[in-house]
């Protein structure tokens, strides 16, 4: 379980850091490379989740990782931006990351 935690966790990251690479090349004029190495990353996030278990499938891994994503672009932008969450905001994210948990680890028969 602690492998697959670890993939969503990296996978969260090369989404949300390859974005803000992106962000920042067309929205805040940055250099053409940042917007390339934003792409690459983002291309990275592409093949982290297709290294999952053998009984995640497509649905259920993307499900998962989006209750997770919500979590890790809060703390991203707490730690990156300085922007710090409101309570709504951390209540959301604390109810998609129950419901990640279970779509993920509920056992299966």
């Known amino acids: 379980m602690l492998a697959s935690v670890a993939l969503f966790v990296l996978a969260g990251l090369a989404e949300i850091g390859g974005g803000y690479l992106v962000w920042l090349w067309l929205r805040e004029g940055r250099p053409w490379w940042v917007g390339l ?8 996030y592409g ?10 499938d497509f649905a259920r ?3 998962a990782y989006g209750g ?3 979590v890790l672009s809060l703390v991203w932008g707490r730690a990156v931006e300085g922007k710090t969450p409101d309570t709504p ?10 419901g990640a948990l279970i779509i993920a680890y509920w056992p299966r028969g």
């Not at 093949?47 to 995640?56: A, M, N, V, Y």
């Open 89 to 98: 905001s951390l209540w959301g994210a604390g109810l998609a990351l129950i």
């Open 68 to 70: 997770l994503f919500i």
């Open 47 to 56: 093949i982290l989740p297709t290294l999952q278990p053998p009984s995640f």
């Open 37 to 44: 190495v934003g792409g690459l990353v983002l291309v990275l």
């Open 61 to 63: 891994t993307y499900a």
